[in-house]
């Protein structure tokens, strides 16, 4: 009987070796991946926050970085020529909005002449508002007191304010105002109704005796709720009683 082999012993390193070598190499490899991606190009950094401290980097590039080196590679012409168009812009909008103050002050010169011809100074009275020219005729030139039908010097005077509305193309709001005294009787209950019908008498007799369309012609009654002056004393109730003729500004006009 043949006398049985001894397997030898391999002598090395035990198998979980093998397996924790690999793992320590993967972990070494991944923190070299991670170091590789953290190096910064300075270059590039500074470009970078260059741009982004820039207040125009958004108004005339689409990317803070368009080029490799964005700080000596920008296409001055390009940029300035942005520039160029947005002060261009700015400047027509600009225009666009001194264009209704320039006319209305071509308006008041108008206006201002037509009344120095006229002689009209000592009953009517313009002023310059945002919403344009305000012709202010006081009652006692156009009405009784408490009444809405037009004397015959209101009339003359009316005819006259026609002459002006020929020669400009502005719509026209007639004002009617009164002051805070009340009034009451079968015709007119209140403010309200007197100086409602005293602007539409106004509007009446203006589109029968002139040549202005009457779609361009408005009215309102106001009652005492737009004071000149406080009601306090027989002079400023006077001034409060009034007819505004309202020369709008173009835009306004509807």
Do not use: C
């Amino acid at each position: 009987m043949k006398p049985r082999r001894r397997k030898r012993k391999v002598k090395g390193s035990p198998k979980w070796m093998v397996t924790y070598a690999d793992m320590v190499t993967l972990i070494l490899v991944f923190f070299i991946l991670l170091f590789s991606m953290s190096q910064i190009d300075l270059v590039k950094f500074e470009a970078l926050a260059e741009s982004l401290r820039s207040n125009t980097i958004f108004d005339y590039s689409s990317s803070p970085m368009p080029m490799e080196d964005p700080a000596e590679n920008t296409d001055t012409k390009q940029s300035g020529k942005q520039m160029n168009t947005s002060d261009q812009n700015e400047k027509e909008q600009s225009d666009s909005e001194s264009e209704p103050a320039d006319k209305t002050d071509d308006l008041m010169n108008q206006v201002t002449a037509f009344l120095d011809d006229n002689d009209l100074y000592n009953v009517i009275t313009a002023n310059q508002t945002d919403e344009g020219v305000v012709l202010i005729l006081q009652e006692k030139v156009l009405f009784e007191s408490g009444e809405a039908e037009i004397i015959d010097d209101g009339e003359a005077l009316l005819d006259k304010v026609n002459r002006l509305l020929r020669n400009i193309s502005n719509n026209v709001r007639i004002e009617g105002h009164t002051d805070n005294r009340p009034i009451s009787n079968y015709r007119f209950p209140s403010n309200w109704e007197l100086s409602s019908a005293r602007a539409s008498s106004v509007v009446r007799y203006l589109i029968a005796n002139g040549d202005t369309a009457k779609e361009r012609f408005s009215a309102a009654g106001y009652g005492d709720t737009r004071p000149l002056a406080p009601n306090d004393s027989s002079d400023n109730w006077a001034k409060n009683r009034r007819v505004e003729i309202v020369l709008l500004e173009e835009e306004s006009n509807r």
